[in-house]
Every structure is written in structure tokens, then in C-alpha cells.
């Protein structure tokens, strides 16, 4: 916000000199008339100057980022994207670093947000992330956000306004602006259905819009919303692959953000993947389950059969999650055999299925069971408390 | 007299469910006379063998269900009932019941064991030659009972399930063919909304219509016993959908039993119709590419039927007539660009790089009532692993599994059972706040709300890409403008949500259509398909999966087996010769009055 009183002391400024200029004699105001002009055009490309490099220039309110703010020293128009419901069409800028490294796509929104031809201006600054997800927003001094009767949001409202905005999902995004005020909704009392209570109805209501918008700024929000999340992600997307790069992958690769390693992992080839894979290993045990299947999916077979990777993947099968399991028993196809001794440490974490797909690749594994492996099957079919014992004592006795 | 002939008719039908083999006497509990409060389970007949009596009480335990056997010999008898634990861990089986026998409690608890398996009741001495036998139910908590077996020897019948059905067959005295063969012209394999609105369409264009299904209501998952409410538009075939489709009530209401009335009535309505409820199709056979007939059991006393006709419909859900004739069909998600089916911005949560076996889940619906009193849920420490700290007063769509390790067919019931201890798991922990004390549950169904299994192979596979085309076939016979609705896992963002709970991602669409070419099989060649079985890809599946689109199928098929009764030909000829005048029907059928 530091900016906009400096914005308003070098209007001041230029005020003070524009009266100087006036209370000059005429005579001397035609000779000395470009004086002031040239000191003001100097003084206002200076302090701009200073500005954009000023790295507290950005200040949202709400940034669910680390410091990316902070590092901001430039900005570059990028595109441009039309609202198709105001027809108004807004300025994308990307901030990057002083390495030129893009950091974050900005937009200062001016929009109307209009209930039955009554038109209030909005005036919001939106943050989004280089894959186009939406990360905070700042307002602009002496422009608070405001409800339809004119009131003031309060801190809450602003807190709200930040989740709702950071929820792809919202309810919002299937909603048109005439189904807010949908006359056939069911009222509050037929949701809860005749005093039996039903956990929401399929699709939307108007209880669960309410909860999820700010109260009194309900078109606000719609409005923003779907802004933030229309067709301008697509040009964002579009926009980063176009500037994408070996050095932003590496970034990527090594940033703390899941949709970042994912993209990075997108994009890579089979070699990058194997010049990567300290790295990647590392991403594989700290990522969701969604980023885990898609590393498992694809690593080629030739990484798999490296003794290092299998040994890596597989010495942390019990911590991963069920369905990272059950790809890691289907890999034993491709992975090493080291990998089927192994897995004969964690039998108790298998569900049955996946004990059976286990089971059914040692029998058809080309290498035989190493004692390990036998001992640990022994084991565990003698384990009173483990539930598919049954099953190992038929695969034992086979054995024998 | 006649309540003696009544008797001895009951007598003679017991006694052909009741086998006598190795000394020993076998009895389907299911076939039970008086099932007291146990319910019938039809659904994992393929998995484990055969239907089951099941104590589903949600945690009060329920009547006892009781029949009446008649032994020629006197003596001792020992008695195995096959049964399972259903939660086997570190706690009390939540299942178990026991066995009465003349008045008698054998001691032994029963439903200890895991997986379904022979457990040892105990042994008795038989003096009577008739003598009554109940199970009694000790938890509420669906124990499950298949069959007891009566034997003079102490060997335990066989488990494993090929020499178990083997032994099945000959202690039932069954013949390889079923005694009662009934012909039509044509047979439709599943009552719900698509097997009613296809059995309704053929038979008011003269066909004799066998339409045969698994359960007492019709309807599939818009029957009251699953209570899905139906979505979808009408199409051109709002005449007949109107007849069997639902209000929109919320999903679980007891309202449906208002639509199922209506449901039940209009199907009945039709002469041309025959209806078998109860009844479930075990296997089909085909020559040459054609399916010959369609064997089926009753539910529960197991009475079979042969089915022939010339033109076969499934309507099944999971597609069993065509896995069973040979038919081609795919499960799983294709990969992205298998079909071009990708949305970019959902990623790996709508379309994969790489194909998987990923399918949309299955649901179980369940409510609870506030009474005025307060009401005692029993603990239910074997359901704590699956719901963890999660808690519910109610459910609805999104109580939804799937997981990879799991298939919707062969591990249905190990899917239903793990939604049941979600529920239960998650009511339990509710019910902990003292602001909960006066809620019981109402209703929870134990049949499975499937989405998404086998799915057959038509001449044309319908996908995501026909819908973002807005393809306009020439024979498009079903049409749709809801959103393309497909759901993933919400443990697969974050694996600390529970593993039984869902979201869905829409694509909005403008209309769209499904061609006839994607309502009957590719190799089989008098084979129609509708319903979720259709010819699509899993993307393809997600928007007309819901049941009036369903019903659009059903009904365009049947009018399709209308004109290949009357020309004497096949589905695929429909399209090739016979398109103009298939398609003029469905136009005019609209206005037709009855």
C-alpha cells in the first residue's frame, strides 16, 4: 500500500507545481512554461522507476505462498482476457525476479458487478501462481471491498472471500448468475427434509451457496469468482509453456508446491527423469497419493531394474497410502528382484488382494525365494493375529 | 385338507432345496419359509456361491428365521453352518448368531471365521423326523448364513469354490439343464430402469417380453431398497420413463416407496410382459455368436429356469449376459488419448496419461431419524479402522468406494461391507456428542448403488469426445444436456480424508446424443445392451450413467427388438437396413396412447 500515498505525495507534488507555474507572470510562465512539465515528467518517471523495483510494491492481503512476494522486481504485460459477461477486459501481468525468474501471473481488477441493471464498481488485485491457481488477493487503498448495501467488509468477510476464492470446487463455478436467486429453490425447511436430516441434496442449495460466499455479497463474490477461475487460466496455462524451460523445470522440480513437481513431472522425458531421480524419489514420499501414482506410472522399465530405485521405492511401502501399494506390487513386473524380498518384510500391510497379486508374483518369478523372503512368509502365516494367514499357509504348502 | 395339501407342497419345495447326500442333509438358508427379520443377499452369488440370509438389524438383533426339517434317519448329526466373519481383527466377530435346533441352542457361536467357510454349530441328536431349525441372530450386525449341512460323518464339506459347487450340485441332485425351459421372443436380463423402459417399449409393439430380475422391486438403484432418485432428461420417451422414474426427492428418502408403487403397477400392466422377480440369471451360453439361452435361479428356493429366445437384453448392470456369452467388453479408464478424451484442467483426476483400473465407486445410502427418547448405538470397534474419527448423521451420493486393489465385481461384497462399517463407524462416533443422543438409524441399505463395472463393446463406443463434439449421429436415439459427472476419491488429494468419501468434477455440455450402435454388442450378434453396460468409455460413462438417460437406452432398444422381431433379423441390422423406419418409430411413438 506504501505506493499509493507516495502515488498521492507526487500528485501533491505536481499540484503545488502546476500552481507555482500559475502564479507566475504571464509573461514569464511562456518562457519558463516547460520547466515545471519537464521537473514533473522527470520526477514522476523517477519515482516510478523507484517503485518498480521496490520490492514491497505487492502487498496482498491474503498469499498462500511463502515469499514469492517479496522477490518481485518486475512485471510484463503478458495478456489480456475478456469477461464475457461485462465485455470488459482485463490486463495480465507476470512478476518476475531479478534472476528473471517468473514467479506469479497478477491482475488489477476494476469490474462492475451488477444486480438487475444497478452496477457497483469492484477493485481487486488477484495473485495466481505460474499454473494459473489462484493464491491471494490484495485490495486497493481507499477501494475496501463492499456489500451490496454499501457496507464495509469486515475482517471475517475478507477471510471468507479468500476461501471461497481458493476452492476450485466451489459450488459457484456450476452456478449461473440467474440460478442465485433461483424462486423455486426449496426453502430452508424442505432441505431438511421433514425433520430427517439429509447431509445436502445432490447438486447445489441455496444453504450450501450461503455458506460459502460472503453474506450480502453474494454477486461480489460470484462475480470474482469466476473471474479468478474462467477462461483465464487456460491463457495462463498456455502462457507458462510457452516460457517454459530445462531452468523452470529444475525449479519446479524443487519447489515445495505439489502442482509444480506434478508439472515438472509432466513435462519430463525419459532421460530427465533419470538425471532427476534422487529428487524425484524424494517428491514420491512426501507427495499426495494423486502425484505418487502418476512418479509410479511413469518411471520406465529400465530405471525400475536399477537396484537403487526399487530398493528406495519399496523400502517405503508400509508409510505410503493403500493405492501407492497396490501400484508398487503391480510394478514387481518390472522392478528388481531385490524388490520381492522386500515386500516380504511389510505382508502384514497388504490388504488381501493385494497379498494375492504379491503371492502370484512369486510364484511365477523366475528367481527363486531367498530365504529371507521364505522366513518372513513363515513368520507371518504363523502370526495369530494377522487375517489372511490362511491365505499364506495355501501358498506354503504349494511351496512344499 | 387344504391347509394339509399346503403343507405338503411346502414340504415338497423344501425338499428340493434340501439335499441328502453323504448322510447328510443340506439346506440353503436362504430357501428358509419364515426368514423372521434376515434379508435375502443375492448379489455376490458369482463370488462366493450362492445367495444369503442376512441379519441386517444396524445393531439390533433381529427375529429369528426358522424352517422345518424332515430326517429318515435317527441319530447324531453333526452341523456345519457356512458362514463368515466379516470383519476378522482384534475384536468380537460383529456378525454371529447361532443355531437352534428343536428348541435347542447349539452353544457354539457362529461367524468367527475369515472368509466364507464351513463352521462347526456342533452335534445333535435327531429322534423326530421332523424338527425345526432357526437362526438366531445375536448382534444385529449382519451375521450371514448360506447353508447348514446336517451329516452322520464328521467330514467337513469342501470350501474351495470349485469343488464346493461341484458338491452343491450333487448333494442337490441337480441336472446339468433346467428342468423348466420357457421360450420368448425376447428376454430382458435386469429390472432396472433401463431392462423396465426396454421390456415396456418391446411390449407395446407386440413382443412377448420375459423381463427377469434379482430382487422383489423393481427398479435397480431407483427401487426403494437402494433409493437413488432419477436424473436425466426424458428424450423422446417421456411416455414411458414417466411410468417408472422418480420424484426427486433426497437420495435415501423413504419417498420412494411411492414411485416403486407406481413403478411395479405400470410394468405389471402390460400382458405382453412376464415378470420374475426373484430371480437371477447364473449363467448364458451362445453358439456360433448367438446367444441360445440364459439360465437363472430363483433367489431363494432355487428353482431354476432355462430362458430362450432369439434377442436377449442386458440390462444387469454388470454386463453378466455378455461376459458370460463371450462378448466383448473393457473395465477400468482408458488413457487420455485412447479417445481424446482429456480435460486439462482436472488433469489425472479425469483422464490418465496411462490407462488404469480405476471405475467410479459404489455407494450405500443410509438415514437417521431424531426420536423423542434417547437411543443406545451399540460400540462398534470393528468399524473405527474404516470410518477413524469421522462423523454422520447422515449420508448421501458422495459416501462413495473405489479403490485399485479392488474390483466392483469380484470384491462387491468386501465394497458393501466396508461402506457398512463407514456408516456404522461414523454414526458410532456421532452418536459419542450428547446433542446426538436422541438419533437412531432409520434405514441403511445393505445392496450395493453401483456406478460403474463391465462395460460392453458396441460398434460404436460412446465417449467424452462425442459429447465435446456435440457429434450428431445419424442414428442418435437417446439424447442429454446434464453435466458430464465423473467422481474421484478424495483421499487421492489427501490421503488423511476417508477413504469412502467422494467428489465429483462437472463438465457442463449443450445436448449431446448416444447412437443406437452403441446399445447392442459388437461380436454377439442378438445381444442389446442398456444401462451402464452400454458401449462407452469410462469419460464416456459419466454423464449417461444416471437413470432416465438409462431409461432413454432401454427403451430405444426395445422399440429396436420390436423391428427385429417383425423382420426376422438382428440389431446390427436395424442400423444397416432398416435405420429410417427404427427411427420413425421413436418419433412416433411419443403420442402413442394406450
Known amino acids: 500500500m506504501a505506493v499509493f500515498s507516495h502515488r498521492l505525495s507526487l500528485v501533491k507534488i505536481c499540484v503545488n507545481l502546476c500552481n507555482l507555474w500559475l502564479s507566475m507572470e504571464k509573461n514569464i510562465r511562456y518562457t519558463y512554461r516547460l520547466i515545471p512539465l519537464i521537473v514533473t515528467n522527470i520526477f514522476s518517471c523517477v519515482l516510478v522507476g523507484f517503485f518498480s523495483l521496490n520490492p514491497s510494491f505487492h502487498k496482498p492481503l491474503f498469499f498462500s505462498m511463502k515469499n514469492e512476494v517479496k522477490e518481485i522486481t518486475q512485471r510484463e504485460k503478458v495478456f489480456r482476457f475478456l469477461n464475457l459477461d461485462t465485455l470488459i477486459s482485463h490486463q495480465v501481468e507476470l512478476l518476475s525476479n531479478e534472476h528473471d525468474e517468473p514467479l506469479l501471473f497478477y491482475a488489477y481488477i476494476n469490474t462492475p458487478v451488477c444486480i438487475d441493471d444497478i452496477c457497483k464498481p469492484m477493485h481487486i488485485e488477484i495473485y495466481w501462481n505460474l499454473l494459473g491457481t489462484y493464491v491471494g488477493y490484495g485490495v486497493v487503498e481507499g477501494q475496501p471491498l463492499t456489500k451490496f448495501d454499501h457496507d464495509e467488509f469486515e475482517t471475517a468477510d475478507y477471510e471468507k472471500l479468500h476461501h471461497l476464492l481458493s476452492n476450485e470446487h466451489s459450488i459457484l463455478k456450476r452456478k449461473k448468475m440467474s440460478d442465485l436467486f433461483d424462486k423455486n429453490a426449496l426453502p430452508e425447511k424442505e432441505i431438511t427434509y421433514k425433520g430427517i436430516e439429509v447431509d445436502g441434496l445432490t447438486g447445489a442449495t441455496k444453504k450450501e451457496i450461503k455458506s460459502s460466499v460472503v453474506e450480502g455479497a453474494l454477486y461480489s463474490c460470484y462475480t470474482i469468482w469466476h473471474l479468478v477461475h474462467g477462461e483465464v487460466k487456460t491463457k495462463m496455462l498456455d502462457h507458462l509453456a510457452s516460457i517454459y524451460s530445462s531452468a523452470l523445470t529444475e525449479r519446479f522440480l524443487y519447489a515445495e508446491y505439489a502442482d509444480y513437481q506434478l508439472y515438472a513431472l509432466k513435462q519430463m522425458g525419459k532421460d530427465e527423469l533419470s538425471r532427476y531421480f534422487p529428487q524425484i524419489i524424494t517428491i514420491f514420499h512426501e507427495a499426495n497419493p494423486l502425484i505418487r501414482t502418476y512418479i509410479l506410472k511413469k518411471l520406465p522399465e529400465a530405471l525400475w531394474r536399477q537396484q537403487t530405485l526399487s530398493q528406495q521405492l519399496y523400502h517405503s511401502f508400509s508409510e505410503v497410502d493403500i493405492n501407492t501399494k497396490t501400484l508398487l506390487i503391480k510394478k514387481l513386473s518390472f522392478a528388481h528382484p531385490l524388490a520381492l524380498e522386500m515386500l516380504s518384510i511389510h505382508i502384514e500391510d497388504m490388504s488381501r488382494n493385494q497379498l494375492k497379486m504379491y503371492l502370484t508374483f512369486l510364484s511365477n518369478s523366475e528367481v527363486a525365494l531367498t530365504p529371507l523372503t521364505k522366513e518372513n512368509l513363515q513368520r507371518a502365516s504363523r502370526s495369530e493375529t494377522y487375517t489372511y494367514r490362511y491365505l499364506l499357509n495355501d501358498f506354503l504348502e504349494k511351496l512344499e | ?594
Open chain 2, 1 to 594: 385338507m387344504a391347509k394339509t395339501s399346503l403343507i405338503l407342497i411346502t414340504h415338497l419345495f423344501l425338499l428340493s432345496f434340501i439335499g441328502l447326500g453323504q448322510s447328510g442333509l443340506l439346506i440353503e438358508a436362504e430357501s428358509f419359509p419364515d426368514k423372521g427379520g434376515w434379508v435375502v443377499d443375492p448379489q455376490f452369488v458369482e463370488q462366493m456361491g450362492s445367495p444369503y440370509l442376512m441379519a441386517h438389524g444396524m445393531g439390533k438383533p433381529v427375529a429369528k428365521a426358522s424352517t422345518e426339517l424332515k430326517f429318515d434317519q435317527k441319530g447324531s448329526y453333526h452341523i456345519w453352518a457356512r458362514t463368515k466373519n466379516w470383519v476378522p481383527g482384534n475384536w468380537d466377530a460383529p456378525g454371529r448368531f447361532q443355531l437352534v435346533v428343536d428348541g435347542q441352542k447349539l452353544p457354539n457361536i457362529l461367524g468367527k471365521t475369515t472368509a466364507w467357510g464351513w463352521e462347526y454349530a456342533g452335534i445333535v441328536e435327531i429322534n423326530n423326523k421332523k424338527i425345526v431349525i432357526e437362526l438366531l441372530d445375536l448382534t444385529g450386525f449382519n451375521g450371514r448364513c448360506d447353508a447348514i449341512f446336517f451329516s452322520q460323518s464328521d467330514q467337513v464339506p469342501p470350501s474351495s469354490p470349485d469343488e464346493l459347487a461341484e458338491w452343491r450340485k450333487t448333494v442337490l441332485q441337480e441336472v446339468p439343464v433346467p428342468p423348466t425351459i420357457k421360450t420368448y421372443e425376447l428376454v430382458v436380463v435386469g429390472g432396472g430402469i433401463a431392462g423396465c423402459a426396454a421390456a415396456i417399449a418391446a411390449a407395446e409393439e407386440g413382443v412377448k417380453v420375459a423381463l427377469i430380475h434379482d430382487r422383489p422391486l423393481l427398479g435397480g438403484n431407483a427401487s426403494s431398497e437402494i433409493r437413488v432418485h432419477t436424473l436425466g432428461i426424458y428424450g423422446k420417451y417421456e411416455r414411458i420413463l414417466k411410468m417408472i422414474d422418480t420424484e426427486h426427492y433426497p437420495n435415501g428418502s423413504p419417498d420412494a416407496k411411492y414411485d416403486q408403487q407406481k413403478r411395479g403397477r405400470n410394468v405389471k400392466s402390460y400382458e405382453n410382459i412376464d415378470l420374475y422377480l426373484n430371480v437371477r440369471a447364473y449363467d448364458a451360453e451362445a453358439n456360433n455368436f448367438t446367444v441360445i439361452h440364459v439360465d437363472t435361479r430363483q433367489t431363494s428356493t432355487g428353482e431354476r429356469i432355462r430362458f430362450k429366445a432369439p434377442l436377449f437384453i442386458d440390462a444387469t448392470g454388470d454386463g453378466w449376459i455378455g461376459y458370460w456369452s463371450g462378448a466383448e467388453y473393457s473395465y477400468g479408464r482408458e488413457s487420455v488419448d485412447q479417445y481424446d478424451e482429456a480435460w486439462d484442467e482436472w488433469g489425472e483426476l479425469w483422464s490418465p496419461e496411462e490407462a488404469d483400473d480405476f471405475v467410479m465407486g459404489s455407494s450405500v445410502l443410509w438415514r437417521t431419524q431424531v426420536e423423542a427418547e434417547p437411543q443406545v448405538f451399540p460400540d462398534v470397534p470393528w468399524a473405527l479402522e474404516v470410518a477413524k474419527d469421522h462423523e454422520a448423521v447422515a449420508g448421501e451420493w458422495y459416501w462413495e468406494f473405489s479403490r485399485n486393489d479392488l474390483h466392483q465385481i469380484e470384491d462387491g461384497e468386501e465394497i458393501r461391507d466396508h461402506i457398512l462399517r463407514a456408516i456404522y463407524g461414523s454414526f458410532s462416533n456421532a452418536k459419542q456428542r450428547p446433542e446426538n443422543k436422541n438419533y437412531r438409524l432409520q434405514w441403511v441399505s445393505y445392496l450395493l448403488g453401483k456406478r460403474e463395472s463391465r462395460r460392453l463393446v458396441g460398434d460404436h463406443i460412446f465417449t467424452f469426445k462425442d459429447v465435446t463434439d456435440l457429434t450428431k449421429f445419424p442414428d442418435s436415439v437417446v439424447q442429454e444436456i446434464r453435466e458430464i459427472d465423473v467422481h474421484f476419491q478424495q483421499n487421492l488429494e489427501d490421503e488423511n480424508k476417508p477413504d469412502f468419501l467422494s467428489k465429483a468434477l462437472f463438465y457442463e455440455t449443450e445436448k449431446y446424443y448416444i447412437p443406437y450402435r452403441s446399445l447392442y454388442s459388437k461380436n454377439i450378434s442378438n445381444l442389446f445392451m442398456a444401462g451402464r453396460c452400454f458401449s462407452c468409455s469410462h469419460l464416456g460413462l459419466g454423464g449417461p450413467r444416471v437413470m432416465r438417460t438409462t431409461g432413454q437406452m432401454g427403451a430405444a432398444v426395445g422399440f429396436a427388438a420390436s423391428l427385429c422381431k417383425k423382420y426376422g433379423v438382428n440389431p446390427r441390422d436395424i442400423y444397416e437396413k432398416h435405420l429410417a423406419e427404427y427411427m420413425a418409430l421413436i418419433e412416433s411413438q411419443q403420442w402413442k396412447n394406450r
